[in-house]
Structure formats: C-alpha cells, structure tokens
T-cell receptor, first 111, second 114 residues
Framework: RKEVEQDPGPFNVPEGATVAFNCTYS??????FFWYRQDCRKEPKLLMS???SGNEDGRFTAQLNRASQYISLLIRDSKLSDSATYLC????????????FGKGTHLIIQP | NAGVTQTPKFRVLKTGQSMTLLCAQD?????MYWYRQDPGMGLRLIHY???????AKGEVPDGYNVSRLKKQNFLLGLESAAPSQTSVYFC?????????????FGAGSRLTVL
C-alpha cells in the first residue's frame, strides 16, 4: 500500500461549483498534514495546513479524519484560477525526511 | 524578496557530461531538500540536509551527489548525466516552528539529457 494516495483525476468541474477530494495516508503515527497547490510548470506552494479540528481559509476547507486516516480539501464557489494540481503532504509519514508527498489531484475548472 | 533561488532554470546536457545545480535560501532554514518531478511519478526526494555540513540520501539518490558547505546553499551534482535524469528538479527549504512546518520551493530547474 502506498504511503500517501490521491486520486489523480482530472476532476472537471464547472465554475461556481463545489469540489472536494481526499488523500489517504497509511502511517497512523503521522503528525502533520498539508495541502500544496502546484500550477502547470511551476513550483508547489503551500495552500493550507490541516489541523485536527478542521480549518477554513476563505473558500477552502480542510478536514482531518484520524480514525479513517484521510484528509480532505473542499473548494466552494470554484474559480477558473483554482485550476491546478493539489498535492497532499504528510509529515511523519515514513519518508526519509519525514515528509511524504502524494502524487497530486489535477483539478480543471471549466467556464 | 526572501525565498529559494535555483540556478540554472534550464539546461541541456549530453550523456556523460557533468553539472551542478545550485540552490540558495535566505530564510536561515536548517532543512533543505532536492526533489525531482516526473510525469505520473510525483515529487521524489533525492537528497536532503538537516544542517550545514550534513547530507542524507532520499528515495532516489543514485547518480547524484550533494554538498551543504554553507547553511544557505545546497548543491546537487550530476557526475555523469544519463537520459533517465531528464526531469524537473526542485529545491526546497523548510522552516520549522513548534506548531508548524512550511516548505518553500524554488522555481525549478528543467534538465534535459540527450
């Protein structure tokens, strides 16, 4: 079983819709969780950390479910500019450096 | 602006040539990383460093060497380039606090080995 798994997509979503995707992790000892956003041919950038109680940043909501070992990202009122690849990152997930990246979920917002 | 700078941004090599990618950060971070990103493979860790003078192997270290002689710089070397090393290389540095950790990536270096 892979350590951090994401549905690669692509998710094709109309502008204004709500979209959600999950990331599952295998190491129950994982400590910290993050969502990064990567635009085409650009570097990944931190979108938001994921806290145990869940957290919201504008149109973005992140949730952590430790019992089922997954994190989720919800995007409301999606914009064309939300089109990107969203990377799930788990710390304490067993990687050599303690950081494990998912392969990303590709999101396409359509006008 | 504070951040991570990678040079060069693009490079074409012939098989067997050598080169060095430079990563520089001005955030006084201890942790630095080199990743490669290939289609369908996601980010894979090549080498990393937890401080000046220290380096460690990541997931895919073969064919690469690194050095961290100064805290702000992390160099990635290819001694004898192979076509399989054609990739986009990202450097990152990590700022850690008690509550959080944030990776800051450089803009990437596109390497083609012919």
């Amino acid at each position: 079983r892979k350590e951090v798994e994401q549905d690669p997509g692509p998710f094709n979503v109309p502008e204004g819709a709500t979209v959600a995707f999950n990331c599952t992790y295998s190491n129950s000892a994982s400590q910290s969780f993050f969502w990064y956003r990567q635009d085409c041919r650009k570097e990944p950038k931190l979108l938001m950390s994921v806290y145990s109680s869940g957290n919201e940043d504008g149109r973005f909501t992140a949730q952590l479910n430790r019992a089922s070992q997954y994190i989720s990202l919800l995007i409301r009122d999606s914009k064309l500019s939300d089109s990107a690849t969203y990377l799930c990152v788990v710390k304490g997930g067993g990687g050599a450096d303690g950081l494990t990246f998912g392969k990303g979920t590709h999101l396409i917002i359509q006008p | 602006n504070a951040g991570v700078t990678q040079t060069p941004k693009f490079r074409v090599l012939k098989t067997g040539q050598s080169m060095t990618l430079l990563c520089a950060q001005d955030m006084n971070h201890e942790y630095m990383y080199w990743y490669r990103q290939d289609p369908g493979m996601g980010l894979r860790l090549i080498h990393y460093s937890v401080g000046e003078g220290t380096t460690a192997k990541g997931e895919v270290p073969d064919g690469y060497n690194v050095s961290r002689l100064k805290k702000q710089n992390f160099l990635l070397g290819l001694e004898s380039a192979a076509p399989s090393q054609t990739s986009v290389y990202f450097c990152a540095s990590e700022g850690r606090t008690y509550l959080s950790t944030v990776l800051t990536f450089g803009a990437g270096s596109r390497l083609t080995v012919l």
